[in-house]
């Protein structure tokens, strides 16, 4: 099975409104955490990153909070435009010192309406 | 700058061909990663290349193959192509093997296989 997972494959909500993309993790060796962005026909965009030594980070519209206990790792998108409209990816890299290889789980899609 | 660049964007290769991908990383990143992105999953990780040499391998038969140049360039390779090989291969670059940084995707190319 895959090592990360997202809980809802589908989101809608309207604009302006406050998004929350919700993903679980089971490898609790991972110490190092990113959020992509994918619109359709283009490859994954980097939104954001969190090392396990944190438990939020924070950019321009994007929270990223990291739950160690549960393995639970979310997206907030703040004021969701219409343009943010797309899938959302989050992806782990097992801490293997090999590389830096990442997992990606299946992708939730946000739909924001006006 | 320029960011990741893959070519070529499309592909339509016959079964039993063989296949070669490029890419080009982002200026002043020397690590090269491959993923694949069958249609509507998340992109599964093929092999890192760092140093010319491939750092990393996913779970992927000998069939997929890579190279990385001194310029930090790098082709995928695929032989003997089955139908199952079409999806989207997306070549990401970062900085460091050994380290967790930021990894930029190229736009993909999407590979058909008839």
């Known amino acids: 099975g895959e090592n990360v997972g997202l809980h809802l494959p589908t989101l809608s909500v309207q604009e302006g409104d406050n998004s929350i993309i919700n993903c679980a993790y089971s490898?609790?060796?991972?110490?190092?955490f990113i959020w992509y962005k994918q619109e359709s026909g283009k490859g994954p965009q980097f939104i954001i990153d969190i090392r396990s030594n944190m438990d939020k980070r924070q950019g321009q519209r994007v929270t990223v909070l990291l739950n160690k206990t549960v393995k639970h790792l979310s997206l907030q998108i703040a004021a969701t435009q219409p343009g943010d409209s797309a899938v959302y990816f989050c992806a782990e890299n097992p801490n293997n010192q090999a590389g830096t290889a990442l997992i990606f789980g299946k992708g939730t899609t946000l739909s924001v309406s006006s | 700058d320029a960011g990741v660049t893959q070519s070529p964007t499309h592909l339509i290769k016959t079964r039993g061909q063989q296949v070669t991908l490029r890419c080009s990383p982002k200026?002043?990143?020397?690590?090269v990663s491959w993923y694949q992105q069958a249609l509507g999953q998340g992109p599964q990780f093929i092999f890192q290349?760092?140093?010319?040499?491939e750092r990393q391998r996913g779970n992927f038969p000998d069939r997929f193959s890579g190279h990385q140049f001194p310029n930090y360039s790098s082709e995928l390779n695929v032989n003997a192509l089955l139908l199952g090989d079409s999806a989207l291969y997306l070549c990401?670059?970062?900085w460091g093997a050994g380290t967790n940084t930021e990894a930029f995707f190229g736009q993909g190319t999407r590979l058909t296989v008839v």
């Open positions: 200026s002043g990143h020397d690590t």
């Open positions: 490898n609790s060796a991972s110490d190092y």
């Open positions: 990401a670059s970062s």
């Open positions: 290349y760092y140093e010319e040499e």
